[in-house]
Antibody, heavy 113, light 112 residues
Framework: EVQLVETGGGLVQPGRSLKLSCVAS????????MYWIRQAPGKGLEWVSS????????YYPDSVKGRFTISRDNAENTVYLQMNSLRSEDTATYYC??????WGQGVMVTVSS | DIVMTQGVLPNPVPSGESASITCRSS???????????LNWFLQRPGQSPQLLTY???TRASGVSDRFSGSGSGTYFTLKISRVRAEDAGVYYC?????????FGSGTKLEIK
């Protein structure tokens, strides 16, 4: 059974950093692209980042480019999202996904003073 | 960026009836391999999104055949036959043709 478990969320002040983790199981992690997607409270879905199978290619929308970094550790079956210079508009539930066919339960990030 | 525009449903939809959700893209989602890079998701209240179809019309594993995706390069429809209470939620289309990947704003389906 495919499982994706995100951790690392919480309350953080504007301008500070936070690192999310997503531990995967139930599939050959190193064979799949991984994604982070977020959803602000009461809003729709926004793609946040993508990473290819070996971590050599990453992609971001302009809204997070230069502030967020996606990475992966195929030995640990884990994908990360390092979030720096956080803003109030980054407040959302963050989901990791395997090729968009399986999603984690999400982790809440609140950016507020 | 490719803009995804979703239609609105005349809610609520009576149980057992059909519902069609529309999505339009600002650019063709057909890639040079001939595939159309359009996903549909359902997000039930309080849950994570669930992939329903990919490549516009291919149902994801375990998805009921009551869900069918169709369309052209820029206009897409997700048809739900014989709607049931468990189909209630918000439906999103997503283009994965090019970066940045973009979602539609969602279409809410309520069941009567």
């Amino acid at each position: 059974e495919v499982q994706l478990v995100e951790t690392g969320g919480g309350l953080v002040q504007p301008g500070r950093s936070l690192k999310l983790s997503c531990v995967a199981s139930g599939f050959t992690f190193s064979s799949y692209w991984m994604y982070w997607i977020r959803q602000a409270p009461g809003k729709g879905l926004e793609w946040v980042s993508s990473i290819n199978t070996d971590g050599g290619s990453t992609y971001y929308p302009d809204s997070v480019k230069g502030r967020f970094t996606i990475s992966r550790d195929n030995a640990e079956n884990t994908v990360y999202l390092q979030m720096n210079s956080l803003r109030s508009e980054d407040t959302a539930t963050y989901y990791c996904a395997k090729s968009f066919d399986y999603w984690g339960q999400g982790v809440m990030v609140t950016v507020s003073s | 960026d490719i803009v995804m525009t979703q239609g609105v449903l005349p809610n609520p939809v009576p149980s057992g009836e059909s519902a069609s959700i529309t999505c339009r893209s600002s650019k063709s989602l057909v890639y040079k391999d001939g595939k159309t890079y359009l996903n549909w998701f359902l997000q039930r209240p309080g849950q994570s999104p669930q992939l329903l179809t990919y490549w516009m019309s291919t149902r994801a594993s375990g998805v009921s055949d009551r869900f069918s995706g169709s369309g052209s390069g820029t206009y897409f429809t997700l048809k739900i036959s014989r709607v049931r209470a468990e189909d209630a939620g918000v439906y999103y289309c997503q283009q994965v043709r090019e970066y940045p990947l973009t979602f539609g704003s969602g279409t809410k389906l309520e069941i009567k």
